[in-house]
Nanobody, 116 residues
Framework: VQLVESGGGLVQPGGSLRLSCAAS????????MKWYRQTPGKERELVAA????????NYADSVKGRFTISRDNAENTVYLQMNSLKPEDTAVYYC??????????WGKGTLVTVSS
C-alpha cells in the first residue's frame, strides 16, 4: 500500500498550489480520502475530505472558499487545489485513506511553505 503526495513547495501569499496524492495497493474507490496538515508543536488538522465516489466533500472553516478537494478514481489520485494561500497555511500536508472497519493509510507528507 502506498500513498505518495506531491506538489508542495514555496509559494508567495495569495498564490496557488495543487497537491496530488497517488494511491496504490488498495481499492481506492472504496475509501474516503482526506487531506490533513501539521505544523511543529501542533496536532494534525483535518483540512478537507471527499467521499469514496466524490459526491460529498467537506472542509475546515479555515480553508472554505479557498481550497478544493477532488478525486479521480480511474487514476487512483486525490487532489487538493489551494488558492489564495496565506502564511498560516504553511504546514506539512498529508494524504489519508479511510474506510470503516478497515485500517487507515497515510502518506509521508509534502511541505507547503507560504512566504514572501
Amino acid at each position: 500500500v502506498q500513498l505518495v503526495e506531491s506538489g508542495g513547495g514555496l509559494v508567495q501569499p495569495g498564490g496557488s498550489l495543487r497537491l496530488s496524492c497517488a494511491a496504490s495497493g488498495f481499492t481506492f474507490s472504496s475509501y474516503a480520502m482526506k487531506w490533513y496538515r501539521q505544523t511543529p508543536g501542533k496536532e494534525r488538522e483535518l483540512v478537507a475530505a471527499i467521499s469514496n465516489a466524490g459526491g460529498s466533500t467537506n472542509y475546515a472553516d479555515s480553508v472554505k472558499g479557498r481550497f478544493t478537494i477532488s478525486r479521480d478514481n480511474a487514476e487512483n489520485t486525490v487532489y487538493l487545489q489551494m488558492n489564495s494561500l496565506k502564511p498560516e497555511d504553511t504546514a506539512v500536508y498529508y494524504c489519508n485513506a479511510k474506510r470503516e472497519f478497515f485500517m487507515d493509510y497515510w502518506g509521508k507528507g509534502t511541505l507547503v511553505t507560504v512566504s514572501s
